[in-house]
T-cell receptor
């Protein structure tokens, strides 16, 4: 079992719709969770971090964490073509300091 | 500079050669990470440093890979006897303990 799993996609949504990206992780003791966005040919950039159960909202982005289900998701409201990118889920495993493990990423395509 | 700087941006080498990839982190960032990313995959953890020491090198695939950070700033990833399977984008990131800031990567192609 991979430490961090995501559907590779591609996920295609129409402009203005809600895009829902999902991630599961294997280490139940994981403490920190991140979503990075990576445009084609570019390096990853952080868009959201979440540390406790529940929802965290930042503009059009909402991260949701459920530690009991070992599940973290990212919702993008009012999706724009400029949101088309690969979204990477990343997790800090328990007791491994600053080590960050990434999933394989989900490719999102927002169609005008 | 303002961001993480990686050199070279592109490196083409022949199988069996030695390669060095350099990372210059954001000034003051104590943590430095190396990842490897193949096409269509997420970044694969290789090693991270806290200051001068390797805090976790569990991701280095074998003893052909080695990384140093002698003064706690610039880091060099060294690959000996390169193989075609080493071809990938090598990403460096630095951090003060929270968000990772990535460089643009060094694309390594082994022919």
């Amino acid at each position: 079992q991979k430490e961090v799993e995501q559907n590779s996609g591609p996920l295609s949504v129409p402009e203005g719709a809600i895009a829902s990206l999902n991630c599961t992780y294997s280490d139940r003791g994981s403490q920190s969770f991140f979503w990075y966005r990576q445009y084609s040919g570019k390096s990853p950039e952080l868009i959201m971090s979440i540390y406790s159960n529940g929802d965290k909202e930042d503009g059009r982005f909402t991260a949701q964490l459920n530690k009991a289900s070992q599940y973290v998701s990212l919702l993008i409201r009012d999706s724009q073509p400029s949101d088309s990118a690969t979204y990477l889920c990343a997790v800090t495993p328990y007791n491994q300091g600053g080590k960050l493990i990434f999933g394989q990423g989900t490719e999102l395509s927002v169609k005008p | 500079g303002a961001g993480v700087s990686q050199t070279p941006s592109n490196k083409v080498t022949e199988k069996g050669k030695y390669v060095e990839l350099r990372c210059d982190p954001i000034s003051g960032h104590t943590a430095l990470y190396w990842y490897r990313q193949s096409l269509g995959q997420g970044p694969e953890f290789l090693i991270y440093f806290q200051g001068t020491g390797a805090a976790d090198d569990s991701g280095l695939p074998n003893d052909r890979f080695f990384a140093v950070r002698p003064e706690g700033s610039v880091s060099t990833l060294k690959i000996q006897r390169t193989e075609r399977g080493d071809s990938a984008v090598y990403l460096c990131a630095s951090s003060l303990g929270g968000e990772l800031f990535f460089g643009e990567g060094s694309r390594l192609t082994v022919l």
